[in-house]
């Protein structure tokens, strides 16, 4: 992508939302898109395919604070006309700025004066013209060694083998280095020869009014050598596509949501630089016996009003088996008993406890013997002047 291109492309409109956007909503925008043009999602079809370039080329430079900013920085600039006016200049204008105040009436204080977002305290606007254009360049020149782009991945998995880690295999499709030409882009049996007209650069640099501008290079489109034999399979580009199968391992204790770093596993990066990492994204879904807080596991036990009336001992269940509670005479229901070390583990070795609490089943039906036997233990309870209302606030 050249310079030119660079500035031109509209990524918030590629990912369908305001400049004014956060990170979390160019985040789930990406995520959106990349699940319904996916390749994988739309055989071929080639304009899903482009589009989907097109959105992953948006994300990855919207993603990161510092390229968007540069990114913002400069369109502002080239909406002002800034670079476009400057560039017409021959030398031949009157203007105070070494002949760029001619035609056109281009006038730096309208840019860089009180007031404007360009405009520093200390250095001025030549640092600020400067320093964005040697940054800028760092998009152009892709004979540049560049890391690749991180890639995002989802996945979900139970509870409990989110408590206790699993390795899952993980399908992963994108960007990668054609398998033909290895990424050279040249004809097996071939080699790129370096553009006699960068250099090898990839950029060319032309000066105006005392001011340096780099363009890419249209000889070599910015990749500082040219193929004269380009690789069939990749049509020169020396990038292809493809689906792989990663083992991920899902360390003991994930959280719902959380995202999991794998370095050197993302879209590979350009002229032997490192490739990206994937960040993968897991989502637990719920059990139907345990719950979660925080680093505790929850489990609701029913037991029968004898049992808590006259105590008993419960089995209960744990992640690895099974394990005996005893129930003293007169508990409470809703009470939660703590069992250490029983729920899930932490980086520093101890895990977290499981919480037991136990709630009185009421039984739907009762035979004429039990019912009998439940009005005369009525009778008795009333004996005593038990009143299970007696400090309850609502009783009066």
Known sequence: MTQQEWIDRDFYADLGVPSTASAEEIKRAYRKLARQLHPDANPNDSTAEERFKAVSEAHAVLSDPATRTEYDQTRQLYRAGAFRRAGTRTGAGTGP??????RGGFDFSDLFGAGSPFTTDESGFGDVFGDLFRRSGTHTSASRPRR?????AETRLPLRQA??????PLQVSGPTACPTCHGSGARPGTTPRRCPSCGGSGTLTRNQGGFGFSESCDDCRGTGVIVDAPCPDCQGTGVGHRTRTINVRIPPGVADGQRIRLPAHGEPGLRGAPSGDLYVTVGVDPDPVFGRDGDDLT????VGFAELTLGTTISVPTLDGRVSVKIPPGTPSGRTFRLRERGVPRRGGRSGDLLVTVQV???PRLGQAATDALRAYEKAEKATGFDPRADWPGRR
């Open 163 to 168: 408590v206790t880690g699993v390795v899952l």
């Open 97 to 102: 700025a070494g002949g760029m105040g001619g």
């Open 299 to 302: 489990v609701t036990v029913p």
């Open 361 to 363: 089943a009421v039984p």
């Open 148 to 152: 690749g782009s991180d890639v995002e």
